[in-house]
């Protein structure tokens, strides 16, 4: 199995500023993924991001809104830019494992 | 596009009080159907996958049944720590992105 950890766990930010969530893994994998969860939501993917090459972002999302990183294939950071309160929501890491796919705590930001 | 729909949006029972949660899926070339447990707060955390049409798994009180259009979860003799929203998500055939529904918060009372 794989241990995910994120960064920060939690935040309160102002509109209009930007926030990086850090995400580390024990073990070095290919592929991580970005979901969001709205509250009351399932969860919903922002993109897929594979080291050495840039992020694939899903339908709504986009590059200039949620700027990804991936340094090494054991780290990801995701920017969540120019906030709005519609950004609250908890921010997911993910990686796959054998047949499985694990979860990070989350980080639950909210903006006000 | 990949379709998850799970019933019902949220379940109530009585400590020992049987039930079964639904998740139906539209997906050409199932490649699996997974099954999560999360907590409030929580990241989540995997319960099963299931791969074809028959196939059940068990864990505790939780057992996961699939046939080609859907997928039960049920819950034995629940007790209040079973208390969680069950996510239920499919892998479609030409990607590793996992498609989730909107999830049966299950809440069970001592």
């Known amino acids: 199995s794989a241990v995910i950890s994120q960064k920060p766990s939690r935040d309160i930010c102002q509109r209009g500023t930007s926030l990086t969530i850090q995400c580390q893994v024990d073990?070095?994998?290919?592929?991580m993924f970005w979901y969001r969860q709205q509250p009351g939501q399932s969860l919903t993917l922002i993109a897929t991001?594979?080291?050495?090459?840039?992020?694939?972002?899903e339908s709504g999302f986009v590059i200039d809104k949620f700027p990804i990183s991936r340094p090494n294939l054991t780290f990801s950071t995701l920017t969540v830019s120019n906030m709005s309160p519609e950004d609250s929501s908890i921010y997911l890491c993910?990686?796959?494992?054998?047949?499985?796919?694990?979860f990070g705590p989350g980080t639950r930001l909210t903006v006000l | 596009e990949d379709q998850v729909t799970q019933s019902p949006e949220a379940l109530r029972l009585q400590e020992g009080e049987s039930s079964s949660l639904n998740c139906s899926y539209t997906?050409?070339?199932?490649?699996?159907l997974f099954w999560y447990r999360q907590d409030p707060g929580k990241g989540p955390e995997f319960l099963f996958t299931?791969?074809?049409a028959g196939e059940e798994k068990e864990k505790e009180r939780l057992k996961a049944t699939l046939t080609k259009k859907e997928s039960f979860l049920h819950i034995t003799a629940p007790k209040p720590e079973d208390s969680a929203t069950y996510l239920c998500?499919?892998?479609?055939?030409?990607?590793?992105?996992?498609?989730f529904g909107a999830g049966t918060t299950v809440t069970v009372r001592a």
């Open positions: 993910s990686v796959w494992g054998h047949n499985e796919q694990f």
């Open positions: 073990s070095q994998v290919t592929m």
């Open positions: 991001a594979n080291q050495g090459s840039e992020a694939t972002y």
């Open positions: 997906v050409s070339g199932l490649r699996g």
């Open positions: 299931l791969y074809s």
């Open positions: 998500a499919v892998l479609g055939p030409n990607d590793y992105k996992l498609s």
